[in-house]
């Protein structure tokens, strides 16, 4: 069992910035690909970003490409995710997702491969 516990989230003003932070505790999280999900109200939940078990890999939603920068330090158990020019349209609740692999780059952007859950942050960006 993994436990996922997301923090970072708040209120910006467009093209402000937030950093959300991911901390894993449980079974070690080295064995996971780690990724960012998000949901809108009224929408369905969103792949925004994936980085493999190794953190070589990684792989963008085109909506936050350019923006948004995945990292993870495995020493701490923590993934991280820099948002920058934001927008209204990034508003949502931001969840982190844990996906069991035995390969070290894999990665994937379909929620049906994610194990674990955080309980998600709130981000709200206004205009």
């Known amino acids: 069992q993994v436990q996922l516990v997301e923090s970072g989230g708040g209120l910006v003003q467009a093209g402000g910035s937030l950093r959300l932070s991911c901390a894993a505790s449980?079974?070690?999280?080295?064995?996971?690909?780690m990724a960012w999900f998000r949901q809108a109200p009224g929408k369905e939940r969103e792949f925004v970003v994936v980085?493999?078990?190794?953190?070589?890999?990684?792989s963008y939603a085109d909506s936050v490409k350019g923006r948004f920068t995945i990292s993870r330090d495995n020493a701490k158990n923590t993934v991280y995710l820099q948002m920058n020019s934001l927008k209204p349209e990034d508003t949502a609740v931001y969840y982190c997702?844990?996906?069991?692999?035995?390969?070290?780059?894999?990665?994937?952007?379909?929620?049906?491969?994610?194990?674990?859950w955080g309980q998600g942050t709130q981000v709200t960006v206004s205009s």
């Open positions: 997702a844990a996906g069991r692999t035995y390969y070290s780059g894999a990665i994937s952007s379909d929620l049906h491969d994610y194990d674990y």
């Open positions: 449980g079974r070690t999280s080295v064995s996971y690909r």
């Open positions: 980085i493999s078990r190794s953190g070589v890999s990684t």
